[in-house]
């Protein structure tokens, strides 16, 4: 996703433009952020491998893409020269920057560099039946993790310092799911390529703008609609609902010194409570302008969404499907059985 707060689209400058981030819930599609980072001062996280974990070895991402995804996917294929533009605007010069400013700005994850953290990665990956990409962690004092997929080159995620100091490894790790949820479904492409053609519109005199502007409610319709689809990776790899909402919650109002104090089951509460807020005519009515202009749902509505497919007959069908593997073992056993 490019890198925009998560409630508008910031496209001012190529040199300059970012992938999805996020105002609300600081995890994200793909950001291409080209600034300036402080000096790393090292993060210190406790990580271990999992006992056994359930891994989805023939996942397709169509098995737990959210309908809504579907539905815009197929609005977006249907703009005319979309991806044959995109990739004339993505050329080498582009994916040259954006990986000289990660190498050059942040470290890269890898069993002889926070090792714990490359466990997470790798593990998350498996159990989605997808290649781990590289992982870099970035020193920042926002909480926010993005993924870049460019012209079919190897993908990365990069995760900023304060985002492993806020979480708990499950925590940390449903997050890493989430952005591998972008690059299973293919979403970091469609993002950089709707972005810089949204840029491009906006130079042109006369109709450039309002073309920019269809595009861009429509891209933040898709851009929802993916996320709920990445929070269901999420749970995949969790394997428990609360660990996703504990995240969707830390990243809305939450911090390290107050972690001890925070309830899910209030959150969900919370959010069941916006339901009943927002379900008069007027209540909709400001719930879709409140929406409207962000390229993320709202992080109770995502607490909702996930909880609810937690529940869902669909989940469970999955959860069926899969095998578990014990660490150190190849021997596989169906759930259940």
Known sequence: MASVPL????????????????????????????????????????????????????????????????????ILRAIPGLTEIGKVLLGSVTEQVMLLENIGTSLLVSENQLSDLHKLMVEAADILNIDAPDLYVRQSPVPNAYTLAISGKKPFVVIHTS??????REELQAVLAHELGHLKCDHGVWLTFANILT?????????????????????????RAAELTCDRAALLVAQDPKVVVSVLMKLAGGCPSMADQLNVDAFLEQARSYDKASASPVGWYIRNAQTRQLSHPL????????????????????????????????VLTTPGR
């Open 199 to 223: 840029l491009g519109a906006y130079t042109i005199p006369g109709l450039g703008g309002m073309i920019a502007q269809s595009l861009e409610e429509q891209l933040f319709r898709w851009l």
């Open 163 to 168: 985002l492993v100091e806020l979480l708990t």
């Open 7 to 74: 409630s508008s689209l910031s496209l001012n400058s190529l040199s300059s433009f970012t992938s999805t981030a996020s105002d609300y819930l600081r995890f994200a599609s793909p950001t291409f952020q080209f600034s300036t980072v402080t000096k790393f001062r090292g993060v210190r996280f406790a990580v271990t491998s999992r006992a056994s974990s359930v891994v989805f070895r023939n996942l397709d991402a169509d098995d737990f893409r959210h309908p809504l995804d579907k539905q815009n996917t197929l």
């Open 299 to 330: 992080p109770v509505l995502r607490a909702r969404e996930i909880d609810e497919w937690s529940r869902s007959q669909e989940y469970g069908t999955l959860l069926k499907r899969a095998t578990r593997i014990t660490a150190g073992s190849k």
